[in-house]
């Protein structure tokens, strides 16, 4: 997890959006990947984009990549309380390994 | 499709004993399976990379003797912690990949492991 950072924290208020903000090191990731973790359970792929991607977009989520500044974010519009959990960030490496942040954990209050 | 399973989910077992965790990929032919090790609010730390039929590589400083990693099958893998003690206990996630899954990871449920 050193070389992808992510803020730790994040409290919303339900129906707002949630920004998830991450820094990535390896320049030559071919892909990010955005997953869910609920209490107790593995992780869910939510999205990724391909590098030479800018945005994505797949319903309520939105995917930014700033190739120039290793930038990755997700938007989750009109957050549910369903919405809470841990979002890592991840970024493939070579021979397909993943390298994984710190998890966001994100609280949406009523 | 791409459902990935673990067994068992939870698990208790003694100091010095060993126990075995199942990765099965249920609908698609898993030619790569990792196996990851998640602390308490940390994120997941890889430890190996098995392909079917030939050794598993595992992540420095992982004990190779310690956590016994067979991919016998290309829906099966299992993780075999050896003579755990009450540091070994954690969550222990599982993914496979397949060229035909586009090499995306597919995560299990994970499997939670208490050494008493």
């Known amino acids: 997890g050193e070389d992808v950072e992510q803020s730790l924290f994040l409290s919303v208020r339900e129906g707002d959006s949630s920004v998830i903000n991450c820094t990535y090191t390896?320049?030559?990731?071919?892909?990010l990947y955005w997953y869910k973790q609920e209490p107790g359970a593995g992780l869910q792929l939510l999205t990724y984009i391909f590098s030479n991607m800018d945005m994505k977009q797949d319903q309520r989520l939105t995917v930014l990549l700033n190739k120039k500044d290793k930038h990755l974010s997700l938007r989750i519009a009109d957050t549910q309380t369903g919405d809470s959990a841990i979002y890592f960030c991840a970024e493939s490496l070579d021979d397909y390994k993943l390298s994984f942040g710190a998890g966001t954990t994100v609280t949406v209050r009523a | 499709g791409a459902v990935v399973s673990q067994h068992p989910s939870r698990v208790i077992c003694k100091s010095g004993t060993s126990v075995k965790i199942e990765c099965r990929s249920l609908d698609f032919q898993a030619t790569t399976m990792f196996w990851y090790r998640q602390f308490p609010k940390q994120s997941l730390m890889l430890m190996a990379t098995s392909n079917e039929g030939s050794k598993a590589t595992y992540e420095q400083g992982v004990e190779k003797d310690k956590f016994l990693i067979n991919h016998a099958s290309l829906t099966l893998s299992t993780l075999t912690v050896t003579s755990a003690h009450p540091e070994d206990s954690s969550f222990y996630i599982c993914?496979?990949?397949?060229?035909?899954?586009?090499?995306?990871?597919?995560f299990g449920p994970g499997t939670r492991l208490t050494v008493t």
């Open positions: 993914s496979a990949s397949s060229p035909r899954q586009d090499n995306q990871q597919y």
């Open positions: 390896d320049s030559s990731s071919t892909y």
